[in-house]
């Protein structure tokens, strides 16, 4: 145990608190959950919400971290507190998160809310995603208003959660429909109904996963205006790890992970990319780092009239044009290429929907079947259809993130170091190899391909 005067400001803010995280078995939540565990060690315990599988006990779910590659450093430095996470079964789209009298006791022993569940599905049905995401965030407040001593609630939210803004402010952009509508909507229409709602209440909204997370945001406001004490974080396009808790450190192919492997497996032939749009885009680690530094802030500070917003994103400074990311990312490819794949990696990008469509029945129909069939064998999700993705290659966004740069002033020279989110201060020079690092960790942790094997892919991409 350390003395709390050896302990940092947000040591200390974190020192025997009893935390809740949903989604701890997600991308985000996995770093969370291990950051806090490593860096915030005196915390008391971390209760996170698991699906129940009958097969398995309780010790054996928390077990299964420890084969996580990015768990190894606490295993190495400090194992013991791997004792500190206790796992809950329930299913956030159920009435108090389906938890039994047992594991609800101990939740609501939390003092801090981390709401991280999510689906990320573009594609799933208005049903799907509004019972997920807006529904689920329901339940999991209601859970929140439950607790004696809750301190502050976390909702993660979208950078994109409102894309017909060119320019997206730190503040609650309103919206005409009333998430509670949609959330009784969910539970009395079936699906064919849903879908002919979905044709009217989209409007500007590309897809309902950023419909349903706009309305969970008007939902948490709502809530904070009734006195519950909740903030929104809105991350933008995660990629993967800068600094830890590995290098690079990404383990599904949702977002540009997935299109660096399809490219890479010569699955990806042709994309509509604006090139000179600017990447609205942030490392893992950053992301996560920020989060754990807004809690703290927005718990102790005096309580704001507005609920809290803040915008995660690279300073404007990091912003790249996405035509040199690409191409950038595509000679990477050729020095550290993925084992045999379907073609040779060698796609375009264009804004020609003619010459994009060519391609498309050309070379992407046929990989899509081997994909899926990929996806099957690395026990992974299928690859969203690149239509769903579309909206988001062809446009430029500006995300202003003045509170979350504003942070590192409040930091010591310490938890600067700690929990680093200082974007503008990684030098240009690295850029290269960080996106050599996101490749090499796609690699080796999503496509499950190691080192060893780069050798004989370069003969194989040479051939």
């Known amino acids: 145990m350390h003395d709390s005067k050896q302990l940092n400001s947000v040591q200390r803010f974190y020192k025997d608190k009893t935390i809740f995280i949903t989604g701890a078995s997600g991308l985000m939540g996995k770093v969370l959950l291990e950051k806090l565990l490593y860096s915030c060690s005196e915390l008391k315990k971390i209760i996170i919400l698991m699906r129940p599988k009958r097969e398995k006990s309780e010790l054996e779910r928390v077990a299964a971290f420890a084969k996580i590659p990015i768990f190894q450093r606490i295993l190495k430095e400090k194992p013991s507190v791997m004792n500190k996470i206790v796992p809950v079964f329930g299913d956030i789209t159920q009435n108090l998160l389906g938890l039994s009298d047992e594991h609800l006791e101990k939740v609501l022993e939390s003092q801090l809310v981390f709401h991280v569940a999510a689906s990320l599905r573009l594609e799933f049905t208005l049903k799907s995603n509004i019972i997920m995401n807006l529904a689920g965030t329901k339940n999991v407040i209601d859970i929140a208003k439950m607790m004696p001593n809750l301190q502050l609630m976390v909702h993660f939210s979208t950078g994109f959660c409102c894309p017909e803004l060119k320019v997206l402010d730190e503040k609650i952009i309103e919206c005409d429909d009333d998430p509670m509508d949609l959330i009784r909507c969910s539970k009395w229409m079936n699906e064919a109904a849903m879908a002919k709602l979905q044709k009217y209440v989209l409007k500007y909204q590309p897809n309902t996963y950023t419909y349903s997370k706009r309305l969970a945001e008007i ?17 933008s396009i995660i990629i993967p790890s800068l600094y830890e808790p590995v290098v690079g450190w990404v383990d599904s192919l949702n977002g540009p992970a997935g299109l660096m492997m399809g490219a890479a497996k010569g699955v990806i032939r042709s994309m509509l990319v604006d090139s000179d749009s600017e990447t609205e885009a942030i490392p893992l680690d950053i992301a996560v780092n920020g989060i754990i530094l807004i ?5 102790l500070q005096e309580r704001s009239k507005e609920i809290e917003v803040y915008n995660i994103t690279a300073s404007e400074k990091k912003k790249r044009k996405l035509g040199y990311v690409l191409e950038a990312a595509k000679k990477i490819n050729f020095e550290i290429p993925a084992e ?22 050309l070379f992407h129909w046929l990989p899509a079947y081997f994909i899926d069939f990929l996806m099957l064998c690395l026990g992974q999700k299928r690859f969203q259809g690149l239509e769903v993705l579309q909206f988001f290659t062809l446009r430029n966004w500006n995300f202003k993130s003045d509170k979350f740069k504003a942070i590192n002033k409040q930091l010591s020279p ?15 020079s690295f850029e290269n190899e960080f996106i050599r690092n996101c490749f090499l960790g796609g690699r080796l942790y999503v496509l499950k391909e190691p080192l060893e094997t780069i050798p004989k892919a370069r003969i194989q991409i040479r051939m």
């Open 340 to 361: 045999i794949g379907l073609w040779y990696p060698d796609g375009q990008i264009t804004t020609s929907k003619i010459a994009h469509t060519i391609n498309v029945i």
């Open 414 to 428: 310490e938890e600067y170091k700690m929990f680093f989110i200082d974007t503008e201060s990684v030098p240009d």
């Open 219 to 235: 939902l948490c406001r709502n809530e904070y205006e009734k006195g519950l004490n909740i903030c929104i974080v809105r991350p």
């Open 295 to 299: 809690a703290k802030i927005v718990a």
